[in-house]
């Protein structure tokens, strides 16, 4: 149980082009879920908290018109990466916390490249 | 605010080492303690955790201790493998919160 899927895996995406990642809970209702940011050989930054039907929080420096968090429902939520530039180039990850409790289940991660 | 200060890789180790990752934390009330493991590619996967003050977590052959004493949750395997070779990260999480807040991570790479 507690399986948290992300789709694509990898993209590639010219400069000026939005990108949509979707992080999934498949077996149960995440009412709060994560978005994280990973640089290569780094640790996680959290971005934004999310709970379902609200508007998401974003931690300090993360521009809210950038990276843009929906989570519409109880088992899906969406990060749009908008008008994307090469800086924008890194490993999203997403993580997931049902009614349950609060530990965070996390997603395969997305390789986000921009060209 | 909380922290977690890992041990700085990367560690480079023979199988059947012996391999442990420092980390200590700083953080208010009673918080969980994590270690996640990352391989190549891939997202985090919960190693093991310890919820209150002594408990022993352990998964996979690896175990820490929570200990309050010296706010430490150190990782520890008695004989690795090549196929424990990956970045591992301890966090921490507050009493009563969702958030993780995550040490720097440690490359491991198990040689054969």
């Known amino acids: 149980g507690a399986v948290v899927s992300q789709h694509p895996s990898r993209v590639i995406c010219k400069s000026g082009t939005s990108v949509k990642i979707e992080c999934r809970s498949l077996?149960?209702?995440?009412?709060?879920m994560f978005w994280y940011r990973q640089f290569p050989k780094q640790s996680l930054m959290l971005m934004a908290t999310s709970n379902e039907g609200s508007k998401a929080t974003y931690e300090q420096g993360v521009e809210k018109d950038k990276f843009l968090i929906n989570h519409a429902s109880l088992t899906l939520s969406t990060l749009t990466v908008t008008s994307a530039h090469p800086e924008d180039s890194s490993f999203y990850i997403c993580?997931?916390?049902?009614?349950?409790?609060?530990?965070?289940?996390f997603g395969p991660g997305t390789r986000l490249t921009v060209l | 605010g909380n922290s977690v200060t890992q041990m700085e890789g990367p560690v480079t180790l023979s199988e059947e080492a012996f391999l442990t990752i420092n980390c200590t934390y700083t953080?208010?009330?009673?918080?969980?303690l994590f270690w996640y493991v990352q391989y190549p590619g891939e997202g985090l996967q919960l190693l093991l955790k310890a919820t209150k003050a002594d408990d022993k977590g352990s998964n996979k052959g690896f175990e820490a201790t929570y200990r309050k004493e010296t706010t430490s949750f150190h990782l520890e395997k008695g004989s690795v493998q090549v196929s424990d070779s990956a970045v591992y990260f301890c966090a921490l999480r507050g009493s009563n919160d969702y958030k993780l807040s995550f040490g720097a991570g440690t490359t491991v790479t198990v040689r054969a």
């Open positions: 993580s997931a916390a049902g009614t349950g409790g609060y530990e965070q289940f």
């Open positions: 953080a208010t009330g009673y918080p969980s």
């Open positions: 077996d149960f209702q995440a009412t709060t």
